[in-house]
């Protein structure tokens, strides 16, 4: 069998970035304002906005970590795939338009509409940065795993600087091109990942005489151990009553958790109109459904083709699913395309959270709390307007947060990473989407309210998570050597989704607060309307 060539693998990276990095140099050169570097100038189409909206979604979770679950896991794998696109569909019918309606640049602008500014406004900004450190560990330890394959790194030290290389690269990124830079990188990625996704799958279909009966029944004469478990429900979550529990959380965080998510939720805010916004959702649904339904082949077609056993034994273990499946594809050079892919799915993902947190420090921390939101350059223009203070603030507040994902992907190495977005999932659907829901549909809801719900879902979530199994107590924790799991299940939502909302409730109902009857009206004409959104952007 053909065996994988460093050398190549990374010549086609050195490519990749080139071309890139040319991609946001040119899209840097227009970017002035908070609104060029925050929003891209509001200047993108819907079907742009659609494919990098499906950029933005499909990451290395996607494709790296739903290839391996599938591969190993089978049907329990493709879960991830089911429960990953119904969010989708979730975000759309409750929020994605009516955020876009309200808001200006972050989702701290949409919960601060109608309550006391700064308080929530600093809630959503450290919500908004626990999701983003979250899923910046998924994507990181996927960077470490992909790469430490294809050049053959085995040793704990190399991955580690593999992964600093990947988070100096989104710094670069974030820093240099701003959002229009990042949806740029976004966009190409996405045809990309799409494409290639595409061509494997036929490839691999090819070789079951396009018969999908032929494949499955090959993964499982692959996989004695699992035989006929691999088609049907049960093989991961199925075992006992606390791993069906675990499997009902998982599902509860992976369906609600798109509409929570701050990364998801900005891209709105770079199309000029809410006719746009929706225009780019047919677009993104199109796109993450066709790819969600490649990767069950591609699951199942790595599962058959390369074998569980060699899959467990590679670098980054389930994640070097899909590279191994190239590599037994093509050789060496379908190998290097596809790691290149997904190693542009990786930096485009890392990149789009980066600037989301520090967007949201820029815009709700500095301009709005330190600032107050006041005219303060002194020459008449609207503070969000001036092209220095939040732009700079922004760019330190991206470099400290890649450096924190960094240290944090070294921990999470090895970590299977479509298992550690579901833990973003979960904090995002705690934290975040009860605030939102509530803001946007229940009059009487206030500050007190909004503060219990997001405070209150983070830290119940953040508890959980860590006195779980994910991080100590298990082979496959973080901390092996470690024993604090205190919490059986791997997944919080479905302790911390309801705490969360119920929190939100007694909140509101305890508190003397009373919301502006006003303000409240005007949210509900403009978030289901779009009235005077356009003005608000403006100014």
């Known amino acids: 069998m053909n065996e994988s060539s460093p050398i190549l693998n990374i010549s086609i990276f050195g490519v990749f970035v080139l071309i890139t990095l040319v991609v946001v140099i040119r899209a840097s050169r227009n970017t002035k304002t908070a609104a060029d570097y925050l929003a891209a100038g509001r200047a993108f189409t819907g079907p742009q906005n659609g494919i990098a909206i499906a950029g933005d979604y499909l990451s290395a979770a996607s494709f790296l970590g739903i290839a391996g679950a599938i591969a190993l896991n089978g049907y329990d794998g493709f879960l991830y795939s089911i ?8 975000a759309l019918l409750l929020v994605a338009e009516l955020l876009r309606n309200t808001g200006k640049y972050t989702m701290g602008d949409v919960l601060s ?9 600093a809630a959503a900004a450290t919500s908004t940065m626990a999701v983003s450190f979250f899923y910046l560990l998924a994507q990181m330890a996927g960077a470490g795993g992909l790469v430490a394959l294809l050049l053959g790194i085995t040793g704990t030290g190399g991955q580690a600087l593999v992964i600093a290389v990947v988070g100096a690269l989104m710094i670069a990124y974030v820093l240099i091109g701003g959002m229009k830079g990042t949806t740029w990188v976004q966009i190409i990625k996405a045809v990309l990942l799409i494409a290639g996704a595409g061509i494997m799958t036929v490839w691999v279909l090819a070789k079951y005489g396009f018969n999908l009966s032929s494949l499955l029944g090959a993964a499982v004469d692959a996989a ?10 049960g ?14 959380s998982l599902a509860l965080a992976l369906v609600l958790g798109t509409a929570g998510l701050p990364h998801i939720l900005m891209r709105f805010y770079t199309v000029p109109t809410a006719k746009e916004a929706r225009r780019s959702v047919v677009w993104a649904i199109w796109l ?12 199942y077609g790595a599962g058959a083709l390369v074998g569980p056993d060699k899959i467990n034994a590679a670098p980054g273990k389930a994640n070097s699913a899909a590279p191994l499946l190239a590599l037994e594809l093509g050789g060496p050079i379908l190998l290097g395309l596809i790691a290149a892919v997904a190693f542009a799915t990786i930096l485009a993902v890392v990149a789009g959270l980066t600037i989301t947190a520090s967007a949201s420090f820029a ?6 709390i330190i600032k107050k939101g006041r005219e303060e350059n002194g020459n008449g223009k609207a503070y969000d307007e001036d092209k220095t203070d939040e732009v700079k603030v922004a760019r330190i507040t991206a470099i400290v947060i890649g450096l924190v994902s960094i240290g944090g992907g070294i921990v999470a190495n090895g970590q299977n990473i479509a298992f550690l977005v579901a833990l973003a999932f979960a904090v995002a659907a705690s934290a975040n989407l009860p605030t939102i829901l509530y ?3 229940w009059k009487r809801f206030n500050t007190s309210g909004a503060l219990w719900s997001i405070y209150g879902g983070l830290i119940v979530t953040i508890t959980l998570i860590v006195l779980s199994p994910a991080v100590s107590g298990k082979p496959t924790s973080m901390f092996k050597n470690a024993d604090f799991d205190l919490f059986p299940l791997s997944n919080p939502g479905i302790v911390s989704i309801p705490v969360a909302f119920l929190l939100g409730y007694i909140g509101t109902i305890l508190s003397k607060d009373k919301a502006d009857p006003a303000k409240q009206a005007e949210m509900e004409v403009r978030s289901l309307t779009g009235a005077g959104a356009e003005k608000a952007i403006a100014h």
């Open 113 to 121: 509409f109608r309550m006391r500014q700064r308080p929530v406004r």
């Open 224 to 233: 004695p151990k699992a035989g006929e478990k691999l088609l049907g429900p």
């Open 235 to 248: 093989l991961q979550y199925g075992a006992t009553g606390t791993s069906k529990l675990d499997f009902l």
């Open 83 to 90: 429960g990953f696109l119904v969010a989708w569909l979730v």
């Open 363 to 368: 815009h709700d921390i500095y301009a709005n």
């Open 439 to 441: 803001s946007l549909f």
């Open 288 to 299: 993450i459904g066709i790819f969600y339904l490649f990767t069950l082949v591609l699951g």
